[in-house]
């Protein structure tokens, strides 16, 4: 009877492939959003301009630019410029 091994050898690889889903999920959030640090440049504090749109085959992605000191980020999200929100 080999049916009670493969059934625990199929388990481990679905938790295994559970454990990689969400560490890559995890990395792709932080990666996003703290990047853009609403607008602000963590090096110099300078202002992120948008830059240009990057298409990619399953995304769309979008660099900005630091005025100050041209520290480039890319983000899948589109964050308006600062001091245009009002
Ligand atoms: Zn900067």
Redesign the pocket.
């Known amino acids: 009877m080999y049916h009670s091994r493969d059934s625990s050898g199929s388990l481990i690889t679905i938790l295994i492939l559970v454990g990689v889903l969400l560490l890559l999920s995890l990395i792709q959030g932080c990666s996003s959003s703290t990047a853009y640090n609403n607008g602000i440049?963590p090096?110099?504090g300078?202002a992120y301009q948008f830059k240009e749109t990057v298409g990619h085959r399953y995304s769309t992605h979008y660099i900005y630019v630091?005025n100050?000191?041209g520290?480039l980020i890319e983000s899948s999200t589109y964050f308006n410029p600062p001091g245009k929100n009002n």
């Open positions: 440049c090096y110099c300078g630091c100050k000191c520290n």
